[in-house]
C-alpha cells in the first residue's frame, strides 16, 4: 500500500516555475514507478510525465518536454515535478500516481495509487 500527497501548486503567471510534490508513506517506496498526471477543466487526464524506480528512465509528454523535470530521492520518499516556462494551457489539478513492478508507463490505467490532486493555475 502506498499513499500519496501532493502540495506545491498555486497561481501563478505565465513565463513563471512551480515545483511539485509528492510525498508517499510506506517502506516499498522505491520499489513503484512514478508518474504526474494532469486534468483540465472538460478534459480527459493526460500523462505528463514519468520516472522509474530508480530514477534513470524518464518519460515526459511532447507538450512539456523541455519546460518540466521529473525526479525522486528514493530516501525522502518523495517524487519532484519541476515546471518551468509555465503557460496557460498548463492549467489543471496535478496529481501523483503510482505503478507497482518497477518499470513505469504513460497509461494513466497502469498506475495502482493515486494523490488527491494539487491546482496548477497559470493566468496569461
Known amino acids: 500500500q502506498v499513499q500519496l500527497v501532493e502540495s506545491g501548486g498555486g497561481l501563478v503567471q505565465a513565463g513563471t516555475s512551480l515545483r511539485l510534490f509528492c510525498a508517499a508513506s510506506g517502506r516499498t517506496f522505491s520499489s513503484y514507478a512514478m508518474g504526474w498526471f494532469r486534468q483540465a477543466p472538460g478534459k480527459e487526464g493526460e500523462f505528463v510525465a514519468a520516472?522509474?524506480?530508480?530514477?534513470?528512465?524518464?518519460y515526459y509528454a511532447d507538450s512539456v518536454k523541455g519546460r518540466f523535470t521529473i525526479s525522486r530521492d528514493n530516501a525522502k520518499n518523495t517524487v519532484y515535478l519541476q515546471m518551468n516556462s509555465l503557460k496557460p494551457e498548463d492549467t489543471a489539478v496535478y496529481y501523483c500516481?503510482?505503478?507497482?513492478?518497477?518499470?513505469?508507463?504513460?497509461?494513466?490505467?497502469?498506475?495502482?495509487?493515486w494523490g488527491q490532486g494539487t491546482q496548477v493555475t497559470v493566468s496569461s
Open positions: 500516481a503510482a505503478k507497482s513492478n518497477f518499470a513505469s508507463s504513460t497509461r494513466l490505467m497502469d498506475y495502482d495509487y
Open positions: 520516472i522509474n524506480w530508480i530514477g534513470r528512465g524518464t
